[in-house]
């Protein structure tokens, strides 16, 4: 099957050139696709060398620094819209370029999708999966908040926020990302509840996450606050619908 892994990129200088050279060694025939914010650091110049020395790399460079959920837009839109590969693509991968997750896990996500799963979420909150090097603050707050988001959404998923997963491109096809709204880790719930409510088969692969070694991470407060205003505000409408549904039945 053809994959193709997309990656958003702000500040990534120091990560860049040796993440794409691991990607290219984890699976040497995927494609690859970086999405650039106008790094003021030259992350999207050295995309380009390293793209004109190992192949089937391509950049865009966007203008301005525009968000991870506007990023996945792009990059979703070019692959699924056919501009970023010769043929047919099969599965979309999606991961930080900061070593938080690491390439070399890349061939296990291809296989679960190989056998039949729809969209797999790699996880570090269940049997196999954990944290290195996060301060005991961001662990609670990550696992308190996709507990929180899980059980409001009604969703089987552990880790809703994670980026590392990969998609059957006909199912992140029929979710049509391109429509969503959230703009930080809330995009990644988003995907995830669109796709559980279409019926796709949705698992999760033990992933361990670690926190980067360079670079800075770009997790904020308006991030998170964004993530729980949303996910709160779907849960209701959720509610609603479900209510509204009950009034209408035929009894």
């Known amino acids: 099957m053809q994959s193709v892994v997309v990656v958003p990129t702000y500040q990534e200088s120091e990560n860049i050139v040796r993440f794409l050279t691991e990607v290219r060694r984890s699976v040497p025939d995927a494609y690859v696709l970086i999405v650039d914010d106008d790094s003021p650091d030259g992350t999207g110049a050295l995309a380009d060398r390293v793209a ?42 999606s991961m930080d370029c900061d ?31 954990k944290t290195v090097n996060w301060p005991l603050h961001r662990r609670l707050l990550s ?61 999760e692969q033990p992933i361990t996450f670690v926190d980067r070694e360079l670079g800075t991470s770009k997790m904020s407060g308006a991030i998170i606050v964004e993530s729980m205003m949303l996910v709160t505000r779907w849960a209701l409408v959720d509610t609603w619908a479900k209510l509204r549904h009950r009034r209408t039945r035929p009894h």
Do not use: M
């Open 99 to 129: 070593f938080s997750h690491d390439p070399a896990a890349i061939p296990a996500f291809i296989a679960r999708i190989e056998q039949g799963a729809d969209c797999v979420v790699g996880s570090r909150y269940v049997l196999g999966g």
């Open 52 to 93: 004109s020395e190992l192949g089937n790399i391509v950049v865009i460079h966007r203008v301005d620094k525009r968000g991870l959920g506007s990023a996945y837009r792009d990059g979703f839109a070019a692959v699924l819209g056919g501009t970023i590969l010769d043929g047919e693509c099969d599965i979309v991968i």
């Open 143 to 203: 696992r308190w908040g996709n507990r929180y988001t899980s059980g409001v959404l009604g969703l089987h998923i552990h880790d809703c926020t994670s980026g590392f997963r990969a998609y059957r491109t006909t199912a992140l096809a029929s979710i049509a990302p391109t429509s969503t709204a959230a703009e930080g880790y809330a995009f990644l719930t988003e995907l995830v509840r669109r796709l559980i409510a279409g019926g796709h088969s949705v698992v």
